[in-house]
């Protein structure tokens, strides 16, 4: 090949490749400027917590900009403490984290502080020496959600004329220690004290969880069935009781038979209401990813943000729900 030739291609080969540069995928080509956020969940206890760390997991996605590195706890907090250090030697950008108790954060959250990591907690509420130790919250007043619950009680057993004659309550708890299950238990404890007719006559731990409540449930049972109210502190635990109460031929029903109060309104439990099963489902909204990235958005933007976040909840009753009404919701 004469020099011209070879100068000709050669030109042309610079250029073709020029042209024809990898092009980077939009993930590794914006790797550096993504977002990382470390993010502990409680466990997968519940349709409840599976929803909420979809929401999160949908909302701190690649495509909106994040590096999500997510831990399931298993119900252990020392599981939750290890995965925050973790998140802080990995100098993540944010870390997000659902706090199974309300006591035993201060330590590790100081470490978060001396690493300049902000952390936004989500869901349950904690109790911390120093405001600072965390950035945000985003959850639910549970001591609301169980006044709700309480006053709708109080309505109903007034319509019924039965604001007289012993109530008989049994009483299971959610995840002792937890923001949920302290708010929760502190309304319907403040309802017997208000209602000189209402009586305590079992309280027991379920854990959250539709097998702990049906085994406590049981149990109860073989200890009594007189029984007017099982006030539930979420609907895997609702379900739960209800099961262990239609094995012994006890009806769930409002009107005539035990009256089932539950929590979170998530789609299983609705449906339950929707049969007449679960006599009021109060909402605990667990749709809160997009809470999140708007505070990290924010925090990127060095805009102030609102360092508590109550998020907007409703609640259902077996007299006014509908199959539209569940249709319509997202979880
Ligand atoms: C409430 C949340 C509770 C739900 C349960 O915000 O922490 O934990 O009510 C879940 O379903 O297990």
Redesign the pocket.
């Given at each position: 090949m004469d020099k011209r030739m070879f100068a000709i291609f050669a030109c042309f080969a610079v250029l073709l490749c020029g042209c024809v540069k990898k092009a980077q995928p939009a993930t590794e080509a914006s790797k550096d400027d993504q977002i990382v956020v470390g993010f502990s969940q409680v466990g997968a206890?519940?349709e409840?917590?599976v929803a909420n760390t979809e929401s999160i997991k949908a909302a701190l996605s690649v495509e909106n900009g994040y590096e999500l590195i997510y831990d399931d706890a298993r119900q252990e907090q020392e599981n939750q403490i290890r995965a925050i250090r973790n998140f802080i030697q990995q100098n993540v950008d944010y870390i997000v984290f659902?706090p199974k108790l309300e006591t035993g954060w201060n330590s590790i959250l100081q470490e978060a502080k001396e690493a300049g990591i902000p952390v936004i907690m989500i869901?349950?509420d904690i109790i911390v020496e120093e405001e600072d130790l965390f950035t945000a919250y985003i959850?639910?007043d549970f001591r609301k959600e169980g006044e709700k619950a309480v006053v709708w009680l109080e309505n109903l057993l007034e319509k019924q004329g039965r604001t007289e004659e012993p109530i008989r309550i049994v009483h299971i708890q959610?995840t002792i220690g937890?923001s949920?299950q302290i708010g929760r238990t502190s309304a319907l404890e403040q309802g017997i004290k208000n209602n000189i007719n209402w009586e305590m006559v079992a309280q027991e731990c379920g854990d959250?969880t539709r097998a702990k409540a049906y085994e406590v449930m049981g149990a109860i049972l073989e200890q009594t069935k007189d029984i007017d109210v099982v006030y539930c502190?979420?609907?895997?635990e609702a379900l739960g009781a209800i099961d262990a109460m239609e094995e012994v031929g006890i009806k769930c029903d409002a009107n005539d038979g035990v009256i089932v109060i539950s929590?979170?309104a998530t789609r299983l439990g609705l449906e339950y209401c929707l049969k007449g099963k679960i006599a009021l489902d109060v909402e605990?909204n667990p749709q809160q990813g997009p809470y999140v990235d708007a505070i990290i958005q924010k925090l990127e933007r060095g805009e102030p943000i609102e360092r508590e976040n109550l998020i907007e909840e409703t609640q259902f009753d077996c007299f006014t729900i509908t199959q539209k009404m569940i249709d319509d919701r997202k979880y």
């Open positions: 206890e519940s409840w917590r659902s869901d349950r959850g639910s959610g937890s949920a959250f502190e979420n609907d895997g929590f979170d605990c």
